[in-house]
Nanobody, 129 residues
Framework: QLQLVQSGGGVVQPGGSLRLSCAAS????????IGWFRQAPGKEREEVSC????????YYADSGKGRFTIARDNAKNTVYLEMNSLKPEAPAVYLC??????????????????????WGQGTQVTVSS
């Protein structure tokens, strides 16, 4: 069974950092495009960052450029999203998704991402003082 298991969410003060993890179970992440998305209550899902499964491509939404880093650790079969200089925001659920060989920009296209092969369970992030 293909699964993505997420960890690393929580409550952090503005300006702080969090690292989210998305670990694969039952398959190898290396050739999968991986996307990170966020969804706040009552709002549409939006892309955060994606890494390609077919080349070295990486995509960051404008909201995270210069502050977020997406990275693979193939040895641990895990993709991370490092978020620094976090800004105050309403609580949101961060989700990861995987699609075989997906390029980064395609992975971060919401309609395409919604058809991803597998999704994580989500982890809540709250940035508040």
């Amino acid at each position: 069974q293909l699964q993505l298991v997420q960890s690393g969410g929580g409550v952090v003060q503005p300006g702080g950092s969090l690292r989210l993890s998305c670990a694969a179970s039952g398959f190898t992440l290396e050739y999968y495009g991986i996307g990170w998305f966020r969804q706040a209550p009552g709002k549409e899902r939006e892309e955060v960052s994606c890494v390609s499964g077919s080349d070295d491509g990486i995509y960051y939404a404008d909201s995270g450029k210069g502050r977020f880093t997406i990275a693979r650790d193939n040895a641990k079969n895990t993709v991370y999203l490092e978020m620094n200089s976090l800004k105050p925001e309403a609580p949101a659920v961060y989700l990861c998704a995987a699609t075989y060989l997906a390029p980064a920009q395609a992975m971060c296209n919401i309609p395409l991402a919604n058809a991803s092969d597998v999704w994580g369970q989500g982890t809540q992030v709250t940035v508040s003082s």
